[in-house]
C-alpha cells in the first residue's frame, strides 16, 4: 500500500528565498506523481507531473524532480513571494497501477514572509 | 471546457437524512474516484472506479456507497451520514493517455452534519 510523506509539516521563509519541498514515497512502481496547491478552504490547483520516464517537470518558477529508485521528489520554488503562501501536497499514483487514484501526503504549509 | 463538477457545494444536513453528492466529468475519462479531506488526516480516497459498474474501496470506504451507472457521473451516496462524516469531499476523474492518469479535480463539497 503506498503511502506518501512530506517534510516539512510547515515552513515561513522571506519573500525571495529559493526553497525545496520535500516528498517520499514507499511504492517505487508508481506511474506518476503530482504536485498540487491548495489554498486555505479551497480547492485543488494541479502544478505539475511527473510520469514515472521523467525526471523532472519545470513550470515557471517551479521545478519538480522524481528519483523512484529512493521513492523521492522535490518541489523547488525560485524566488519565493507572498502569493506562493498555500499547502502544497505532493500524490503518488497508487499501488494499481495509476488508474486507482492517488495517495497524498499531508502537505507542507508554506507561508512566504513580505 | 474540460472540468469535473460537483453538487451542491455546501450542504448542512442532519444525522441520518440520506443524502447524494453528485459528481460528474465531460473528459470521457475512465476512471474516478472520491476523495475526503479532514484536518490533520490529509486527503483519503474513499471509493474508485476504473469503468462503468466497476468500483472497488478505498482506504476509508465505510459510511459510504457509491456507483457508476454511466461513464460520465460518479455519485457518492451517504445513506445515513454520521457527524463524522463532517469533511471536505473531492470527486477526480483521469485516463490513461499521454499524461498517463493525470487526475483532474472537482471543486469540492463542503458537509456537514449535525
Known amino acids: 500500500k503506498q503511502e506518501v510523506t512530506q517534510i516539512p509539516a510547515a515552513l515561513s521563509v522571506p519573500e525571495g528565498e529559493n526553497l525545496v519541498l520535500n516528498c517520499s514515497f514507499t511504492d517505487s512502481a508508481i506511474y506518476n506523481l503530482q504536485w498540487f496547491r491548495q489554498d486555505p478552504g479551497k480547492g485543488l490547483t494541479s502544478l505539475l507531473l511527473?510520469?514515472?520516464?521523467?525526471r523532472e517537470q519545470t513550470s515557471g518558477r517551479l521545478n519538480a524532480s522524481l528519483d523512484k529508485s529512493s521513492g523521492r521528489s522535490t518541489l523547488y520554488i525560485a524566488a519565493s513571494q507572498p502569493g506562493d503562501s498555500a499547502t502544497y501536497l505532493c500524490?503518488?499514483?497508487?499501488?494499481?497501477?495509476?488508474?486507482?487514484?492517488?495517495?497524498f501526503g499531508k502537505g507542507t504549509h508554506l507561508i512566504i514572509q513580505p | 471546457e474540460a472540468q469535473v463538477t460537483q453538487n451542491p457545494r455546501y450542504l448542512i444536513t442532519v444525522t441520518g437524512k440520506k443524502l447524494t453528492v453528485t459528481c460528474s466529468q465531460n473528459?470521457?475519462?475512465?476512471?474516478m474516484s472520491w476523495y475526503r479531506q479532514d484536518p490533520g488526516l490529509g486527503l483519503r480516497q474513499i471509493y474508485y472506479s476504473m469503468n462503468v459498474e466497476v468500483t472497488d474501496k478505498g482506504d476509508v470506504p465505510e459510511g459510504y456507497k457509491v456507483s457508476r451507472k454511466e461513464k460520465r457521473n460518479f455519485p457518492l451516496i451517504l445513506e445515513s451520514p454520521s457527524p463524522n462524516q463532517t469533511s471536505l469531499y473531492f470527486c477526480?476523474?483521469?485516463?490513461?493517455?499521454?499524461?498517463?492518469?493525470?487526475?483532474?479535480f472537482g471543486p469540492g463539497t463542503r458537509l456537514t452534519v449535525t
Open positions: 473528459m470521457n475519462h475512465e476512471y
Open positions: 477526480a476523474s483521469s485516463a490513461r493517455g499521454r499524461r498517463s492518469y493525470e487526475q483532474y
Open positions: 511527473i510520469q514515472s520516464s521523467q
Open positions: 500524490a503518488a499514483s497508487n499501488s494499481g497501477g495509476g488508474a486507482d487514484g492517488l495517495t
